[in-house]
């Protein structure tokens, strides 16, 4: 029987000098709360938070270990894992189950970009390692906490942005930082997205809230809303209140090249600006946009511009390079995802995920020989493994917060930009936004009565 009862300890806003915040359990609250220390060839306790969709994926990934508790608000949805792991206690709110299984090592979040952060950090303040999927946070105050949070709390973090662990974005680094192409001034990547309604200026009306379906949980931090199955599921990424819209879904896997490659994390500022948007509206993602993202040196790396297209938008093809070779991954023309980037003496391109790089056009490519590896390989291109061992003492995972926090930082600056419908300045280092009165307000969001978190 799933259990849907909410849990009994309430969340209260608590007032201080520094923030509101939960009113966790005594245990949550105590600083000396350490992860349960693993051995290598030992199997840890995982619990799902999210397991119908992407959810299903994150589970059976880690189907090797002890999948000890399942929690959905969707029954119906989540239904295949649950009967794969029929023993396991099944629960709707996320919170009775981590108060309620006291033997959870780690937990994966795959649930609406809008509940990312309160699952993982309640999670993560009780000691318990986390794999969140992309993008990590809904707010830039959510991914700067989750990031402080995971370094004092000593768990083990990793975003699910898995090309970061593939060995083409290892590749790319490689050109790039051995001069393949020059100083890089100006990168573009595009997506097929949105694949969901976006444009939509009004909530939908009314609908009975199907069998099955705890919608009061699922809205979670936001505000409420009537029900309507076009909310969800997969639909919500276009809400403002609930998703991240197209850079949300897929920047974190096609910007990733850019932002390892070029060092973005280092830019003491950036700004973010939309230089074309179709269908701007109060409650949806735009149908289309361009942004243009411009980064401040970093060390003996000029200022860079990063455009991001969308919704068929596309950039315009590189010189040079002939119309039937390969730009980016699939057909050209918004039916596809790539990157590329423009340096003083080339081009190099890749896929969706950091994919077969390659220099442009492709007659340069045959003639180039890769440089000598110098990241490490992730084993099996696992992305889930490289999580699971870090988990066992093993080395940090290689998209653990410290670089997915600053990474969803500077997406969700884009979606900031879209939102405001002007150009955006802000300081990497202070999270200080030029020309607004209360930057820390500006980078986060309202909380319903309940789901706050100290942010």
């Not at 974005?169 to 100006?186: D, F, K, P, T």
């Not at 939908?204 to 029900?227: H, M, V």
């Not at 340069?364 to 110098?374: F, Q, R, S, V």
């Amino acid at each position: 029987m799933i259990d849907k009862e909410l849990s009994r300890r309430a969340f209260l806003a608590v007032t201080t000098t520094t923030a509101a915040g939960f009113a966790f359990p005594a245990r949550c609250n105590d600083a000396k709360v350490v992860p349960r220390k693993i051995s290598p060839n030992e199997k840890m306790n995982i619990a799902g938070i999210g397991c119908g969709g992407q959810g299903k994926s994150d589970v059976m990934n880690c189907r090797k270990e002890n999948v000890v508790a399942l929690c959905d608000v969707d029954s119906r949805r989540a239904g295949e894992v649950f009967a794969f792991y029929d023993k396991a206690p099944k629960f709707t709110d996320y919170r009775r189950m981590l108060d309620k299984v006291k033997d959870i090592d780690a937990v994966t979040v795959t649930t609406p970009d809008h509940t990312h952060a309160p699952a993982a950090y309640r999670a993560m303040k009780m000691g318990k390692h986390v794999y969140v999927q992309k993008p990590m946070t809904h707010t830039i105050a959510e991914a700067r906490l989750l990031t402080k949070t995971a370094r004092e709390m000593g768990v083990a973090t990793q975003m699910g942005n898995q090309g970061h662990s593939g060995t083409g974005v290892r590749q790319l680094c490689e050109m790039v930082w051995s001069n393949a192409i020059g100083n890089v001034r100006e990168a573009h990547i595009w997506t097929n997205r949105p694949s969901w309604p976006q444009g939509i200026a009004e909530p939908l009306p009314k609908q009975k809230i199907r069998d099955n379906f705890d919608w009061d949980l699922w809205i979670g931090t936001a505000s409420e809303r009537a029900y309507n199955e076009k909310y969800c599921p997969h639909k919500w990424r276009g809400w403002l209140d609930f998703g991240a819209g197209a850079l949300g879904d897929m920047a974190c896997h096609i910007m990733d090249p850019i932002f390892w490659s070029l060092n973005l994390i280092d830019a003491e500022w950036y700004t973010a600006e939309v230089t074309a948007i179709e269908g701007k509206n109060d409650q949806t993602f735009p149908n289309t946009c361009t942004i243009k993202y411009t980064f401040g040196p970093r060390g003996d790396m000029p200022e860079v511009d990063v455009y991001w297209y969308e919704g068929g938008n596309m950039p315009p093809r590189p010189a040079g390079v002939p119309d039937d070779q390969l730009v980016g991954e699939g057909e050209w023309g918004g039916r596809a995802n790539g990157s590329y980037m423009v340096g003083d003496d080339g081009v190099i391109t890749a896929g969706e995920y950091g994919g077969k790089p390659r220099l442009l056009p492709d007659e340069k490519m045959a003639e180039y020989t890769l440089p000598k590896e110098t990241i490490p390989r992730v084993k099996f291109n696992n992305h889930y493994r490289n999580w699971i061992e870090a988990c066992k003492g093993g080395e940090p995972a290689c998209s653990n917060f410290d670089y997915a926090g600053p990474f969803t930082e500077m997406v969700l600056f884009g979606t900031l930009a879209l939102k405001a419908g002007t150009r955006l300045k802000m300081n990497n280092k202070t999270g200080i936004v030029d020309g607004v009165k209360d930057s820390a307000a500006f980078l986060s969001k309202p909380y319903r009565k309940q789901w706050e978190i100290p942010v």
